[in-house]
């Protein structure tokens, strides 16, 4: 039978590679993001490949994700798989200099807006006694470094909320795992320096990152293990990481 997936975060990086590799598999497609230009473009390139929904909503609106999730049309409402994929990190800074403001759009969109989310998908997942929840964590939500503490700190609520989910779901054949990346080459490093550029893309030079399509494989690869089968936790690092804050570069 043909799997339905629900992604957030599928304008972009992790999340849009995703969607194309699903789609590229006939995975039928609920594509959510807050911009409407490219979920409207991303459902024209990969309609053809199978059926696709989207949903324009902020994560971290409560109200819009409850509204946007239960308008959705009857041939897309039973979801065998969520990927908790929307987020990013804004600013890098010690805590002593951190902007309130970004705090609250890290702690809203990656703990709270997952949280409403799953809170919307899984009693739907629950009455059908089955379903799988990937969680996009992060190799922050492992580790702490410096000036990462908010950031970190949302990531290491999504690993403790990928466990809750994987015991709270357990009696409902409900299968919860999650994936978490270190230096991956998408729009993050933008958010994070807000459309700095420069170090953006300091961030990425002199190694060879990881691409947005090496997670999706990984996605689609644990998605597609037999039933009986749970990865439940993956860290994933480009083979120039060796931990949050080493990674050999070469000279430039
Ligand atoms: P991108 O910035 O490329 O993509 C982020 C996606 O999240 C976009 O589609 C964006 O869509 C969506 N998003 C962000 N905030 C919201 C919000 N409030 N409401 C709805 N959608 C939102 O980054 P990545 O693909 O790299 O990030 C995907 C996930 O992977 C994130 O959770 C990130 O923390 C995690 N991650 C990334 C790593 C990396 O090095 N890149 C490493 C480890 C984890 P839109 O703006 O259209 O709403
Ligand atoms: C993104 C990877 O190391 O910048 O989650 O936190 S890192």
Redesign the pocket.
Known sequence: MKATAFI????????KATAQLFAKNNIRLILC???KE?LLALEKLLSNQTEVTTLQF???DKEAVFKAINSLPENFKEIDILIN?????HGLSTIQDGSIDDWEAMID??VK?LLYVSKVIIPKMITRNTGFIVN?G??AGKEVYPNGNVYCASKHAVNALNKAMRIDLNQYNIRVSAIH????E???SD?RFKGDTVKAKAVYAGYQALQ?TDIAEIIYFVVTRPYHVNIEDLIVYPTAQASATLIKKEAH
């Open positions: 957030t975060g599928a304008t972009s990086g992790i999340g993001g807050r911009r490219r902020d994560v971290s994929n929307a987020g990013n990190a969109s990656n807006g996009i992060s190799i990346p270190g230096a991956v998408t729009e993050f958010v947005a």
